[in-house]
């Protein structure tokens, strides 16, 4: 663990971190628990006077070092990254790349937290707006995205001049240790970032009742989310969530298909379905829906799945047991609704990886529990629509509102779906929105608040008012 810029906890017990291609154990990490919560917060706490008073030039040549290093050692952090979380080399050095956008971007925006002047009513005051940083931040992420999500929280956060305390996720600790190596390697001071690994009930809890930490950032489940929202109220910390998706993907009769159907094989198969803004339902309007799962078909079938570390690999293993049982009672429950398997539908294990084929189940109807569940993995159904007004009340209707994806060559359309569409992400004729520079976030249940872009960082500041009389 990395704890006020030192490595602690090779006197605690250690938990293994393997490759899920494989289960081969790639080492191990601390077992860490509230006492190294509590250490982390107290040297995030200590730093914080002094990063945030850095000049925010400092702390910009700070995150641009980390940034430089990053790059430099992104192939080594792409194939960690693929070892503990199974995604295809390639795709792990893209996140890599994603993940480094959001260090350069924030480095920077730190030179742009502008405040305010605003006319007063009284010739003897004036009226100024500052933007200040909240404090410590907690982060907590997903090990669907070991780097970006990370970068995508502690970019701002540092920016901004708040300090952080970071807890990945149990299945990929290494690719944030190594991010937290190259940290230190730039120069970014001790106590900055502190990254813990272990229980995360534990150390949940203890940031939680912490009142020093004065934000919770977190990517991951709803359910959890909640738990974490309804924690934070015991100090009124705020709260940034981005939870689970149920993306719905609409192809109006007069899309490109051919477009639609490129932009829809990584849109659902990116990841192995594992991203919450991946594709979770497909509606394709009545009169193209035999054309387009034909050729959608055919797109799946040149899929290869296997280990993220050989070659040509498009999708690799599911994350772990859990994942799979849960992708395998979707396709149980989606074959006994009635639903037809066009493509895929096994799952299959090889040097004991677990895998899921990429799947397209047509016919699909609405009380599948994949057309309302998140399923996190490889299965794209396929149902059919009549009008536009029923595919916007079909799509809308969901707990969740992160992403959706609509495909029309009618401009007017196009403007009209995507404005009715009740999601917080909407890419039209586009199947793979995330950009460093854009808000990224959910409606709903699918969580609060923006990360990415300017918007990004107004999550880890306090905006203070300052009435002057002169
Ligand atoms: N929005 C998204 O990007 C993601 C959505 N999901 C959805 O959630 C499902 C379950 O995935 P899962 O990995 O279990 O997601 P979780 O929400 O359990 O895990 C996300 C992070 O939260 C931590 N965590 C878990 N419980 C607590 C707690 N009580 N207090 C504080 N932190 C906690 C985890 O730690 P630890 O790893 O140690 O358990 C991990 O770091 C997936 O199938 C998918 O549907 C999952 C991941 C990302
Ligand atoms: O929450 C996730 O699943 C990770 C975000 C994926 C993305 O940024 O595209």
């Known amino acids: ?213 004065r934000k919770i950032t977190f990517t991951g489940s709803t359910e959890v989310g909640k738990q974490l929202m309804e924690g934070a109220a015991q100090t009124v910390k705020k709260v940034s969530l981005e939870l689970g998706g149920h993306a719905p993907f609409i192809v109006m009769e007069d899309a490109d298909i051919d477009h639609a159907v490129a932009q829809l094989i990584g849109s659902k198969f990116r990841n192995a379905g594992q991203t919450c803004i991946c594709t979770n339902r497909v509606y394709v309007q009545a009169s193209i829906v035999e054309t387009f799962s034909e050729k959608f078909e055919a797109a799946v079938l040149q899929l290869k799945t296997g280990d993220g570390l050989e070659k040509n690999v498009d999708l690799g293993p599911l994350i772990n047991k859990q994942a799979l049982e849960k992708v395998q009672d979707h396709m149980d429950d989606a074959v006994a609704k009635g639903g037809n398997i066009l493509a895929g539908g096994n799952s299959f294990e090889k040097n004991q990886g677990l895998y899921f084929e990429p799947t397209i189940v047509t016919e699909a109807s609405d009380d599948m529990l994949c057309m309302n569940e998140e399923t996190f993995g490889p299965i794209a159904p396929i149902a059919s629509f009549q009008t536009e007004e029923e595919v916007i009340g079909r799509a809308n209707n969901s707990p969740f509102g992160l992403a959706a994806y609509v495909f029309s060559e009618n401009i007017g359309k196009a403007v009209r779906v995507s404005e009715a569409l009740e999601y917080g992400i909407v890419g039209v004729n586009d199947g793979l929105p995330s950009v460093p520079q854009a808000p990224f976030g959910g409606m709903k249940e699918s969580g609060l608040g923006r990360e990415g872009g300017h918007h990004g960082i107004e999550e880890y500041l306090e905006v203070k008012y300052i009435s002057l009389g002169i």
């Open 1 to 213: 663990m990395y704890i006020d810029g030192q490595w602690q906890g090779s006197e605690l017990s250690q938990f293994e971190i393997t490759n899920p291609a494989t289960k081969q154990v790639l080492g191990s990490v601390p077992e860490g628990g509230k006492k190294q919560a509590e250490q982390a917060v107290e040297a995030a706490h200590k730093t914080f006077e002094s990063w945030s008073k850095l000049p925010a030039q400092d702390r910009s040549r700070l995150l641009a070092d980390w940034h430089r290093l990053i790059d430099e050692n992104k192939e080594e952090i792409g194939k960690i990254m693929t070892l503990e979380q199974g995604k295809p080399l390639q795709e792990a050095i893209g996140e890599v790349n994603y993940a480094n956008g959001f260090i350069s971007w924030y480095a920077e925006e730190a030179k742009r937290i502008y405040g305010e002047t605003i006319p007063a009513s009284h010739t003897n005051k004036r009226i100024f707006v500052q933007k200040q940083p909240v404090g410590v931040v907690a982060a907590i992420t997903p090990w669907n995205f070991p780097a970006a999500m990370i970068t995508r929280k502690v970019g701002p956060a540092l920016a901004a001049g708040c300090t952080v305390v970071v807890k990945p996720a149990e299945e990929t600790p290494l690719t944030a240790l190594k991010l937290a190596e190259l940290a230190e390697e730039a120069g970014i001071p001790a106590g900055v970032i502190n990254v813990i690994t272990g229980n995360p009930q534990a150390i949940g809890e203890a940031w939680l009742q912490d009142e020093r930490v």
